[in-house]
């Protein structure tokens, strides 16, 4: 006999301390006042496109190809918010249970635990916008002058009245991955089903008073409450089981009980949605490989094509700007190629990038000018990061007057 409860809870568990952990961690934040994106221990930036749109294309994809294969799986074992709200009303439950006596005492309780782990909940929800340490020190110093502030104190007030009165409702009214789960299934989708070929089912209505949407599944399989848990399987068999019967509900691949030949269907729609998926993932994986930490643009300043110097010279203006989007100190050196005799005036060269810091700068290019027959020299800047001997180069072109050969 499957134990549904028993494996919602154990995943419940980790998905718990999976969602406590992840911002701490730098897994995964969305940083909202340093404008960055951190993605497994990736730290980009929030002009990094191509990364991040590769990042939520692929992180939507994944969602969508879970929902037309397995359904509501993520809502019945993986939510947070369904794994708080069954935990808030157990909780309320249990202290029902023990101050029978005293309700109002219950029910003080009751409310006081809430309030602390709203306050919890919602300190670690705002950690996946603000950086956990930075947000302590806010709160601190009572800092709810500033917006970060008040949107603290907004969120543990909704998670307060989300977790004390609304739980599983939300499900059904507020959450909109519930309507969005209508619009993908297919007929291939599992699902928990109720079958009842035999007339076996003794109205004992267990399965509806164990469901934590509180509907009963024997209506239809495709009721928008139901998040698929698995909860009123346990309850079937375990009554059943007594008469020696098997239960009467069960997972399902579509309403038609289609047996997949794999572990799951194979369909042309699941297969196109899976390819995209992947190819989202490899387009991430490229981009994650092709990245620099630390990102050198050199470009040329042609609001005067050249100048010539009194020293028998050509000058020409260039600027570059360097990121530096790792965790430590960078060290970039310029130099030239493919411009015999030229020089570069750069303030300091290799230029020094603290972690997290954008720096610009200006430098001239110079060259002899006698002899030279092209009014356009073709050549090339290199920048070396010298901490992790990574180098760019960057094609420009020397513009000089022209001797008569
Ligand atoms: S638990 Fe099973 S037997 Fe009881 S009402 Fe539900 S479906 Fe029928
Ligand atoms: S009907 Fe069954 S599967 Fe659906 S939510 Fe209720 S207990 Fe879970």
């Keep these: 006999m499957a134990n549904w409860h028993q494996l919602r809870k154990r995943v419940h568990l980790g998905c718990s301390a999976i969602f406590l952990v992840l911002p701490f961690l730098n897994v995964i934040r ?27 294309m692929f992180l939507m994809f994944a969602i969508v190809v879970s929902s ?10 993986l939510c947070p918010q369904m794994i708080f709200s069954e935990a808030s009303r ?27 782990a709203s306050v919890f909940l919602a300190f670690v929800f705002i950690s996946y916008f603000v950086e956990p340490r930075d947000l302590a020190r806010r709160l601190a110093r009572l800092d ?32 909109p991955y519930g309507y969005l789960q209508g619009m993908l299934a297919d007929g291939n989708t599992l699902l928990v089903q109720y079958r009842d070929e035999q007339h076996a089912c ?29 909860e009123c399987i346990d309850s079937c068999e375990t009554i059943l089981a007594r008469l020696k019967k098997p239960g009467l509900i069960r997972y399902a691949w579509g309403e038609a009980d289609h047996r997949p030949k794999g572990p799951v269907p194979v369909d042309a729609k ?23 930490a630390v990102l050198v643009r050199v470009a040329p300043e042609r609001a005067q094509l050249y100048h010539a110097g009194a020293d028998g010279r050509v000058y020409n203006d260039f600027r570059y700007s360097i990121a530096n989007r790792s965790r430590q100190p960078a060290m970039v050196a310029f130099s030239l190629d493919y411009l015999p005799g030229a020089t570069m005036n750069l303030a300091s060269n290799p230029v020094a990038v603290k972690p997290g ?28 990061n010298l901490s992790e001997r990574v180098e760019d180069n960057f094609p420009m072109t020397f513009i000089s007057p022209t001797e008569a050969p």
């Excluded at 404008?35 to 990042?55: D, K, S, T, V």
């Design 30 to 56: 969305f940083d909202i006042p340093r404008q960055r994106f951190y993605f497994f221990g990736y730290e980009l930036w929030i002009n990094e496109f191509g990364i991040i749109f590769f990042a939520l």
């Design 68 to 77: 037309v294969l397995f359904g509501r799986v993520y809502c019945g074992y």
């Design 90 to 116: 157990a909780l309320e439950s249990r202290l029902g249970r023990q101050f029978r006596s005293r309700p109002r005492l219950g029910r003080a309780i009751f409310y006081g635990v809430v309030g602390v």
């Design 144 to 175: 709810i002058h500033t917006a970060a502030g008040i949107s603290g104190a907004a969120v543990t007030l909704l998670t307060f009245l989300d977790f004390s009165f609304l739980r599983l409702r939300f499900c059904t009214t507020a959450c």
């Design 202 to 230: 003794i109205e004992c209505k267990k399965c509806v008073r164990d469901c934590p949407m509180g509907i009963d599944i024997r209506q239809s399989p495709f009721q928008i409450e139901c998040v698929h848990c698995g």
């Design 270 to 292: 699941r297969v196109i949605l899976t390819a995209v998926l992947l190819l989202y993932g490899m387009g991430l994986f490229v981009a994650l490989s092709m990245r620099h």
């Design 357 to 384: 810091e954008s720096v610009q700068g200006n430098f001239q290019i110079s060259a002899p000018a006698a002899g030279r027959t092209e009014f356009v020299t073709h050549f090339s800047v290199r920048a070396t």
